[in-house]
């Protein structure tokens, strides 16, 4: 990377210009973990966590944010998301919950910043409704997996977490 996108020659911040941009078909998948205490897992499981049903709501969490990332991102560019879907897997063997986001769009800029804002929202949402039974949840390995689309190409995470 010689170069950054969001960086003028003057060396300020700066939105890119994506006015010439033709539109493609963009997805970009990324996945992030939340590690608690067994007993706050075996809560989300049963379905007995007070706040309710912490999964469904963690997921439209997620949707939501997906759809306002520019707003929350300084120099991202607002898109027409055409689908987001947030999935989640529990891991008791490892004492977390994998949050899965997909962003998918028709536009002239990527959508990995929509999924990897889907992923932590989901993540804080699933903090913020179980921290009253366990406050020493910790959220991990936020990553892109995979993007696809666009003038940069195609994008795969290697399993280790390295660019492959």
């Not at 990324?30 to 989300?44: D, K, N, Q, S, V």
């Not at 439209?60 to 560019?77: D, E, F, N, R």
């Not at 897997?89 to 002239?108: D, F, I, T």
């Not at 997996?145 to 399993?159: H, R």
Request: charged letters at 25%.
């Amino acid at each position: 990377m010689s170069e950054l996108s969001h960086i003028n020659a003057k060396g300020e911040a700066t939105m890119v210009d994506v006015a010439g941009k033709l539109p493609t078909s963009r997805t970009a998948i990324a996945e992030g973990y939340i590690f608690m205490a067994p007993e706050t897992l075996r809560l989300i499981e049963a379905g007995d966590a007070p706040k309710g049903d912490v999964l469904a709501t963690a997921r439209i969490a997620g949707i939501m944010a997906a759809k306002k990332t520019s707003a929350l991102i300084p120099l991202c560019h607002p898109l027409a998301l055409s689908k987001v879907a947030v999935d989640f897997g529990l891991v008791p063997e490892r004492n977390c919950v994998r949050v899965e986001a997909m962003a998918k769009a028709l536009g002239p800029t990527g959508v990995e910043m929509e999924a990897l804002t889907a992923v932590s929202v989901s993540c804080l949402t699933l903090y913020d409704m179980l921290k009253a039974k366990d406050k020493a949840m910790r959220i991990e390995g936020i990553r892109l997996l995979s993007k696809t689309g666009g003038k940069s190409g195609d994008y795969f995470a290697a399993p280790n977490g390295t660019e492959s």
